[in-house]
């Protein structure tokens, strides 16, 4: 899929694209293709000898003799070209955005979001890039501040070298995969990390890399979600979550489950504690009170389920 005019304009609540300061487009299947064109070249028949006669048997005598070609019937492979049809290439047309989540989706080139020169937050968890060479087209965006890059291809298999690279070449990020920058590691990063350079035109042709994930599955430790509000970000979610959500239960409490299983159960519970949390913001005071009442409820029949366990 990709990104058109209309989504942007929807999701943004804008009128006009230059006009457009955030947007999210969080899972929504948004795809980078190639196409690979066969450029051919069409090669004349042998030249054949054709009497009159065999075009006017009634003509007397034995005609005349013609000499040509039968036209042009066979095609001769020359080249493949092969185009990147990219997803986000609207993102040209958008000088004034400063806030954009694409994660999860299926992207695997930056060029289009080097045109946005107030961006300072970008947001591509779980896509296709394949490189960090990508990250070129980054360093000319002076506001850049955000980053989140984690899971893709680029990250490669060094967190260590990975994140060096990153903050040598966007020194200036104050916070790169939700975890904050320190000028310890931008210092170390000069040392340590890779310069790059623009994208070769061998890795423009090279197919697209497998995705590490199905685009239908939702990484339950994620704390981005599809109706996270942009006015709400990630670290935001995950601040209010670590102070709100309460302590995990003992695990003698759950005797007959794995440590696995303990575990996915804790990540599925924080993920739906994020994701109400952000929702809250949405809400009136009408909306926050009918949540109120339903919390107090619940903590109601919570606490009188704990005292009838205890005089069992």
Not at 61 to 76: I, N, Q, T
Not at 108 to 123: A, I, K
Not at 138 to 157: D, I, Q, T, Y
Not at 216 to 241: F, K
Request: aromatic content about 4%.
């Amino acid at each position: 899929m990709k990104l058109t005019r209309k989504m942007v304009l929807s999701r943004a609540k804008a009128s006009e694209l230059h006009n457009v300061r955030k947007l999210n487009c969080w899972g929504s299947r948004l795809t980078d293709v190639r196409i690979t064109h066969t450029i051919s070249r069409w090669s004349p028949a042998p030249e054949r000898t054709v009497q009159l006669t065999e075009l006017h048997p009634l003509s007397p005598g034995p005609g005349l003799v013609l000499c040509g070609f039968s036209g042009f019937c066979k095609a001769e492979p020359l080249m493949k070209k092969t185009v990147l049809k990219r997803s986000i290439s609207i993102c040209r047309e958008m000088p004034s955005l400063e806030v954009i989540t694409l994660s999860v989706n299926s992207i695997s080139t930056l060029e289009p979001v080097s045109r946005c020169r107030q961006l300072s937050e970008l947001y591509l968890r779980k896509n296709r890039i394949p490189s960090l060479a990508e990250l070129f087209y980054l360093k000319g965006l002076p506001r850049l501040r955000v980053l989140w890059l984690a899971e893709n291809p680029c990250c490669g298999a060094c967190p260590h070298l990975y994140r060096m690279t990153v903050l040598r070449n966007l020194p200036h990020l104050q916070k790169l995969d939700n975890q904050t920058v320190t000028e310890e590691e931008v210092s170390r990063a000069l040392t340590e990390g890779e310069e790059v350079t623009a994208p070769s035109r061998e890795d423009t042709r090279n197919g697209l890399p497998e995705l590490p994930y199905a685009l239908s599955t939702v990484d339950t430790a994620a704390t981005e979600t599809p109706q996270d509000p942009l006015s709400l970000r990630e670290s935001e979610a995950s601040s209010i979550q670590g102070q709100l959500s309460p302590k995990p239960p003992p695990r003698d409490r759950f005797p007959s489950f794995s440590q696995r299983e303990a575990a996915s159960s804790c990540r599925s519970r924080n993920n739906i504690l994020t994701a109400i949390l952000l929702l809250l913001r949405e809400l009136d005071s009408e909306g926050l009170e009918a949540v109120h009442q339903t919390v107090l409820g619940r903590l109601q029949a919570l606490h009188k389920q704990e005292l009838q366990e205890d005089v069992e």
